[in-house]
């Protein structure tokens, strides 16, 4: 496709239940990010692929956030069970670079609006 | 504290004011510098991106870092309604892996 594709681009979830949120990166692109992007705030990381291997999990905030990128190219984070803490947007974006891709390279997808209640 | 630090607004000007948004950080490894523009409901989008100090100018924006102070701005000239957004500072160390580190935004919104 022409961009970052994210689905579902909105989910409400009650507290305990698990989801699983997709992102399409830009064709051929290696590198894939997570980011999550609370009301008010800017987006915060949360990790980082090359091609399948995730390179940089430092930013996920508990054990209950998983995320994979088996064939390196579509991507799935998994909340397990979710808690109001979690609402936020969940921004993915992708780069055409490997190692160490400068800022100009990285593009946004429009975000997955995950609401617990 | 923040590793980036911004003021979010709100901020209101009319048509066609220069607008001024700042950021502040705190780690001298930051060596890349971003400005992203995001629209209510959507990712944010790069605007401007500078490495190291000085100044770039592209149309009506203007970004300026100053590695010394550790401040960096994103000036607006002639600013229509359609700026109207958040706008997002974004910092990149050179030794990570493409994280980016944001300020929280600055929501900006231009009256005509």
């Known amino acids: 496709g022409a961009g970052v594709s994210q689905s579902p681009r909105y989910k409400v979830a009650k507290r305990g239940q698990d989801v699983a949120l997709r992102c399409d990166p830009i064709?051929?692109?290696?590198?894939l990010f997570w980011y999550q992007q609370a009301l008010g705030q800017g987006p915060e990381f949360l990790t980082y692929f090359q091609n399948e291997a995730q390179l940089d999990k430092s930013g996920l905030p508990s054990d209950r956030f998983f995320a994979e990128r088996p064939e390196g190219s579509v991507s799935t984070l998994k909340i397990q069970r979710t808690q109001q803490e979690d609402s936020a947007v969940y921004l993915c974006?992708?780069?055409?670079?490997?190692?160490?891709?400068?800022?100009?390279?990285?593009?946004f997808g429009e975000g997955s609006w995950l609401t617990v209640v | 504290q923040k590793e980036v630090e911004q003021d979010p607004g709100p901020l209101s000007v009319p048509e066609g004011a220069i607008v001024s948004l700042n950021c502040t950080y705190s780690n001298s490894a930051f060596q890349y510098f971003m400005w992203y523009r995001q629209y209510s409901r959507k990712g944010p989008e790069l605007l401007m991106y500078t490495y190291s100090s000085g100044n770039k100018e592209d149309g009506r924006f203007t970004a300026q870092v100053d590695k010394s102070s550790k401040y960096i701005s994103l000036f607006i000239r002639d600013s229509q309604p359609s700026d109207s957004a958040t706008y997002l500072c974004?910092?990149?160390?050179?030794?990570?892996?493409?994280?980016?580190?944001f300020g929280r935004g600055t929501q900006l919104t231009v009256w005509p």
């Open positions: 974006a992708s780069s055409d670079r490997g190692l160490n891709p400068s800022g100009n390279t990285i593009y």
């Open positions: 064709s051929g692109h290696v590198s």
């Open positions: 974004a910092m990149k160390r050179g030794s990570t892996l493409g994280r980016l580190y």
